[in-house]
């Protein structure tokens, strides 16, 4: 008696708590939160040799269709002449993303702002010892994107952004396009 008591208490359990598939969520969804990480190539301005870039983001969906993502990167590409001198970049950028359905594949739009820092590395000397003090410079982007979903909640990203980056008229122009592609999970 006592193991149909426990067994009927599981199986009243099992029904209480099951989630149908067709009513759980799709992602992205209105609330959903999700980080990325990227890798690629960062293409500048012809005074500047092409460089690896990385960078990370945090992305909420406002709607399922439109979403907020912060989003920090770094490069550091040569100067095109000088070899062992190199401009380090880091930015912080706000972005507000579109995309629309497609099933497994989510094309989307990306546009925002953001803050780059600028750092002059002289003669490949070591990070303690770079010469300049950071430069804070304001920025726009924008670009365009696709992710395909893997799994429900996991996506492989591929994006390409344009980052124009201001600057005075007689220094070299940190501007550039970032090739990417990366890895995006759902948290919810």
Known sequence: MRRRLCSAFILLGFLVFAVPASAQLTQPHAGALAIAGEAGFFVPDKEF???PTISGSAEFYLLGRVSVRGLVGWTSPDFELRSVDSLRQVWIL???LYNWEGGAWHPFLVGGVGVHFLKTKVAGQPAGRLQDDWRKKGGLNGGAGIE???RHDITVKVEVLYQYVAHDAFEPNPS????KIGLKKYLW
Request: hydrophobic share 55%.
């Open 49 to 51: 040799g092409i460089a």
């Open 94 to 96: 706000g972005d507000v």
């Open 148 to 150: 395909h979903f893997s």
């Open 176 to 179: 550039g396009l970032a090739l």
